[in-house]
Nanobody
């Protein structure tokens, strides 16, 4: 049973930066694709970014491409989301997710195996 705990959220002004962390425990971190999703008030949860098991492959939503960077540290069992040039529309609860399948991560969100409880990011204008 994999447990995911997010941290690093908070309040930041537009144009600022934040780094989110997701610490994994209780399972085989190295066998999982890791991803970040977000859910804004009144909206559905949406995909933000995914990183492969090795860290060599990443993919991003168009809305964050060029501003956000996902990475992972196998020694620390942690995945990160560096968020730069933040915009008010980035305001959301950010969730960490883990699954052994890249197709599940990118197109079958309801079946993702493990989710964290989320961390709130608020970007003020």
């Amino acid at each position: 049973q994999v447990q995911l705990v997010e941290s690093g959220g908070g309040l930041v002004q537009a144009g600022g930066s934040l780094r989110l962390s997701c610490a994994a425990s209780g399972g085989t971190f190295s066998n999982s694709f890791m991803a970040w999703f977000r859910q804004a008030p009144g909206k559905e949860r949406e995909f933000v970014a995914v990183v492969s098991r090795s860290g060599g492959y990443t993919s991003y939503a168009d809305s964050v491409k060029g501003r956000f960077t996902i990475s992972r540290d196998g020694a620390k069992n942690t995945v990160y989301l560096q968020m730069n040039s933040l915009k008010p529309e980035d305001t959301a609860v950010y969730y960490c997710a883990a699954d052994p399948s890249i197709s599940t991560m990118t197109s079958n969100y309801d079946n993702i195996a493990y989710w964290g409880k989320g961390t709130l990011v608020t970007v003020s204008s």
